[in-house]
């Protein structure tokens, strides 16, 4: 059988390729991660693999293009059985899509909403990121991981935001071990596989990268 050709575009610090990078590690996967210019000019093969949304992360299998990030996750967990990311149950998968939906419609903006904000908006920006960081701590309940005791699709979906968690504290002036502690021991615990901890760039990186966000967006 042939060796699957993977080749990822990619931008270091974007959310979304790092869920892919996370799910192509937990599978054991071989892939070349291609660093798009985000911002100088992006690539020919970036325009036409993803022509509608011109975004990373693109999966490029055996030159055929997957896009949007849960999606590639979804697509790497159907394509190579072991280890699931997703419950075996169809119930299961159910709640599992729903909180990735939630994840995607949620976290990502409500969290650059904070680095975006002052005064009194970014109160409010603040609020609605620790509420929904507060719904999210009610699925985990008691549990190791989203999905139960073995780490999965959800944990992933949510993983890749997680990056820049240290920079909405900073820019937020609050901590999430304090607002929501069983999120900040769920971040630790997934740090310490070896498949995310392989992935995630330094908090510091992300926060400078956040900081040069913010003279472009002109807030300083």
Not at 9 to 29: C, N, T
Not at 193 to 206: H, I
Not at 208 to 216: A, H
Request: net charge negative; aromatic share 12%; glycine share 10%.
């Amino acid at each position: 059988m042939a060796k699957d050709d993977l080749i990822l575009l990619d931008f270091w610090v974007s959310p979304f390729s790092l869920r892919v990078k996370i799910a192509l590690e937990e599978k054991g996967l071989d892939y070349e991660a291609r660093e798009e210019d985000i911002f100088g000019g992006k690539s020919e093969l970036l325009l036409k693999s993803n022509p509608i949304y011109e975004k990373v992360p693109v999966l490029l299998h055996n030159g055929k293009p997957i896009v949007e990030s849960s999606n590639i996750v979804y697509y790497i967990d159907e394509t190579w059985a072991s280890p699931p990311l997703l419950p075996a149950c169809a119930y299961g998968r159910s709640r599992a899509r729903f909180w990735a939906d939630f994840i995607d419609k949620k976290v990502f903006d409500a969290g650059s909403s904070i680095w975006k904000s002052k005064g009194e908006e970014l109160e409010s920006a603040k609020k609605e990121f620790i509420d929904i960081l507060k719904k999210l701590e009610g699925a985990l309940g008691g549990k190791d991981y989203f999905g139960g005791d073995d780490f999965g699709f959800v944990d992933i979906v949510l993983l890749g935001v997680t990056a820049w968690f240290g920079a909405y504290e900073k820019y937020g002036g609050f901590k999430i071990d304090d607002e929501c502690p069983k999120i900040g021991a769920w971040i630790e615990k997934c740090k310490k596989r070896e498949t995310v901890a392989r992935v995630l760039p330094d908090p510091k990186q992300v926060y400078e990268f956040v900081g040069i966000l913010r003279k472009m967006n002109g807030i300083e």
